[in-house]
């Protein structure tokens, strides 16, 4: 067993071959799982805390300053599973690209499931399961992640009279 604590954890920065992209100042803490590395870009000062999985087979695109909270996963593809007679394991891979935008903060525990994007700026809570995109600066949480409120009351989106959500 390992204790990590403040004065122990390891900061590591991520190295320029660590991914298709890397850009300045991109660091994880202790430990990560990181899959099909050749397809994920990182913008500038990007954040992973302790004991993230990431797989990035179908491209993930991570923005500048985002900071994504311990053991969160990100996953990029689903399963072919249209062929009854196949294995679903033999089916093959359906690509669908992730991308996390500039200062999103995606909190602790979350899973982001492929096809999504988090908006800039928003905040993904604890523990959230992100079916759907999240505007810019709305913050989200719960399973499927739900916007609760935004930000910035400037950042809500605009409705025409008469429009509805859905
Ligand atoms: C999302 C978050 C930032 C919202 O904080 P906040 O603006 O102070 O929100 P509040 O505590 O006022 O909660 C607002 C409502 O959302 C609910 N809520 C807040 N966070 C939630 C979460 N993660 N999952 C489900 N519901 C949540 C609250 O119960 C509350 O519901 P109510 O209106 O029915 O009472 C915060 O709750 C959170 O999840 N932080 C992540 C912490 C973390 O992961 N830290 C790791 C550091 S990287």
Known sequence: MTMITDSSKRVIPFRPNDAKRV??????????????????????RVKFNSGCWV???GGLVIEDDANVGPRTLIHTANHITSDRDTPIAFQ??????????????????????P????????????GALVTKDVPP???????????????????????EAGEVDN
């Open 92 to 113: 093959g891979w359906d690509s669908k690209p992730v991308r996390i935008g500039r200062d999103a903060w995606v909190g602790m525990g979350c899973i982001i499931l």
């Open 23 to 44: 850009g300045q100042g991109c660091f994880y803490l202790d430990d990560i799982t990181w899959l099909n590395s050749a397809n994920i870009e990182l913008g500038d």
């Open 115 to 126: 096809g999504v994007t988090i908006g800039e700026g928003a905040i993904v809570g604890a």
């Open 55 to 57: 797989n990035g087979y």
């Open 137 to 159: 600066f709305a913050v989200a949480v719960g399973s499927p992640a739900q916007v609760i409120k935004y930000r910035f009351p400037d950042a809500e989106p605009r409705h």
